[in-house]
């Protein structure tokens, strides 16, 4: 038996004389007695101690092979989703005017109108739904909660058709927060609202100078007063967008979050990412201060400092398990307010990256998106595959205008992976 | 010193597909 590709030892923080083993493929761990790892490369464990590393994806027979079921992996979970997925952007207005908006010079008051609403719904009665047993659908702006009875009238039709068809429905939102009021929320629940996500960015001082109001006025009160409503009645999860300059603030946020009773019982997912530049063609004029790579070194310590400060006040966020960019997923769907379909919301408006419309359908975009790109010998022997799969597809387009090859994160894995497993592992994610 | 090997954590099954929305460069879970 060898060591699979897609493991990694690590030192183990809390006993000297053992390594960490993390495989990659699964999230599973193992704590190794140092002594056994030269007895692992020559292939002399005992089999009580091989059966227990080899179930846990650490141990493989064959290398080779593993590379070679490896080029499945998201074939497989295609075949096995059995949701269809729509982000629905509604439009692309907002009552906020934060300074790093990626939607940038695309924003203006388009909405999705009444006959692009009866297309998407033809469009899924259309669609191929064999094997399917749910449709779930995330409405996404702009700010969704402008169009907020579009929101009921697809809400509506989409239950009826699931209905009938003996699948489920829901929603979520991805939402500024500042409109999503009680009455709001208790509307919403009735016709399929699961979830919302709401983004706060950082304590008040910077919040409000990075999310003002279009007037220019704060809108952190606003929001917190909405959360701290709406956390009673629907599931609320916090994001929030961090700069090289104020991450070291979000902690603060965490201890505000706190004081207003919104405590882990509350919220019960949490995660902090940062800005991303977009390119000159849609950017705001006057901001500059997002990440251009996830290798820049400060996102590495940005990433491990605000995991660690979220777990350590009891707040739950994403764990460290295989990760891929949403369009690698035939079912997924982005739906612009114009009708015209995409692979990810950030893509919205760059014609190039354009895969159909609800009259003509999803074209095959398996070129145009680089969906084999990471198909080569460096990536399949790459621990960190699994966990990357070619990475950031939008990052990749808006730097080179392609996603003709892998946007490589290994030196993000590098500096963080043992780390955020630490985490994982001591906060029991 | 410790001799045995200790499971910290099982691994994870593939899922029924993602299910997270994802941010820019953050990504989707692929199991849970």
Same mark, same amino acid.
């Given at each position: ?24 493929q699964n ?21 009580? /101690?091989?059966? &227990? ?16 079921k490896m080029q499945n992996f998201i074939n497989e979970l295609n075949d096995l989703n059995r949701s269809v997925k729509f982000i629905i ?34 469009f899924i009665?259309r669609s191929d739904l064999t094997g399917k047993e749910s449709i779930k659908i995330v ?19 989409i239950?009826?058709f699931t209905?009938?068809r003996g699948l489920k429905y829901g929603f979520t ?21 699961q ?10 001082? &910077? ?21 701290? /409503? ?91 398990v295989p990760m891929s960019c949403f369009a690698e997923f035939k079912d997924n769907i982005v739906v ?5 379909l995409y692979k990810c919301p ?9 895969v159909g419309?609800?009259?003509?359908g999803q074209?095959d975009y398996r070129?145009?998106h680089?969906l084999d790109?990471w ?11 699994p966990?990357?799969f070619g990475?950031?597809k ?36 | ?11 994870v099954e593939k899922k029924d597909g993602p299910d997270t929305f994802c941010?820019?460069?953050?990504f989707i879970p692929l199991t849970g």
């Amino acid at each position: 038996m060898k060591l699979s590709c897609y493991s990694k030892l690590f030192t183990s923080q809390e006993s000297a004389d053992s390594v960490i083993a993390y495989s990659t493929q699964n999230a599973a761990a193992a704590l190794i007695p140092s002594e056994l790892i030269p007895d692992i490369n020559k292939g002399n464990l005992s089999p009580e /101690e091989q059966e &227990i590393l080899t179930d846990l994806g650490i141990l493989v027979s064959s290398r080779e092979e593993e590379k070679i079921k490896m080029q499945n992996f998201i074939n497989e979970l295609n075949d096995l989703n059995r949701s269809v997925k729509f982000i629905i952007v509604l439009n692309m207005d907002c009552n906020l005017s934060c300074k790093y908006c990626f939607e940038g010079k695309r924003k203006g008051r388009f909405y999705l109108s009444e006959e692009t609403a009866d297309k998407f719904i033809n469009f899924i009665s259309r669609s191929d739904l064999t094997g399917k047993e749910s449709i779930k659908i995330v409405f996404y702006g702009g700010e969704p909660l402008l169009s907020l009875e579009r929101i009921v009238s697809i809400s509506g039709r989409i239950g009826a058709f699931t209905h009938s068809r003996g699948l489920k429905y829901g929603f979520t939102l991805v939402t500024n927060g500042t409109l999503l009021t009680s009455p709001v929320v208790k509307r919403l629940k009735e016709i399929g609202l699961q979830s919302a996500k709401i983004t706060l960015d950082g304590p008040k001082d &910077i919040h409000d100078l990075y999310r003002p109001f279009k007037s220019g006025t704060g809108s952190f009160d606003t929001i917190i007063r909405n959360i701290k /409503e709406a956390c009673n009645t629907t599931t609320i999860h916090l994001g929030g967008n961090y700069t090289q300059e104020n991450f070291r603030e979000f902690p603060r946020l965490l201890d505000d979050l706190a004081a207003n009773g919104l405590t882990p019982d509350k919220i019960p997912f949490l995660k902090f990412d940062p800005v991303v530049n977009e390119s000159n063609e849609f950017a705001p004029a006057d901001f500059h201060d997002g990440c251009e790579s996830s290798n820049e070194p400060w996102i590495s310590d940005a990433a491990v400092f605000l995991r660690e400060e979220i777990l350590r006040r009891g707040y739950r966020t994403q764990k460290i398990v295989p990760m891929s960019c949403f369009a690698e997923f035939k079912d997924n769907i982005v739906v612009n307010y114009d009708g015209t379909l995409y692979k990810c919301p950030g893509l919205i408006g760059r014609e190039q990256f354009c895969v159909g419309d609800l009259e003509r359908g999803q074209t095959d975009y398996r070129v145009s998106h680089g969906l084999d790109v990471w198909k080569n010998k460096e990536c399949l022997e790459c621990a960190y595959l699994p966990l990357c799969f070619g990475g950031c597809k939008y990052m990749k387009a808006i730097r080179d205008g392609n996603m003709s090859s892998v946007i490589c994160q290994k030196e993000y894995y590098d500096g963080t992976l043992a780390k955020l497993v630490s985490q994982d592992i001591q906060y029991d994610l | 010193m410790q001799k045995r090997i200790i499971v910290l954590k099982k691994g994870v099954e593939k899922k029924d597909g993602p299910d997270t929305f994802c941010c820019f460069g953050a990504f989707i879970p692929l199991t849970g």
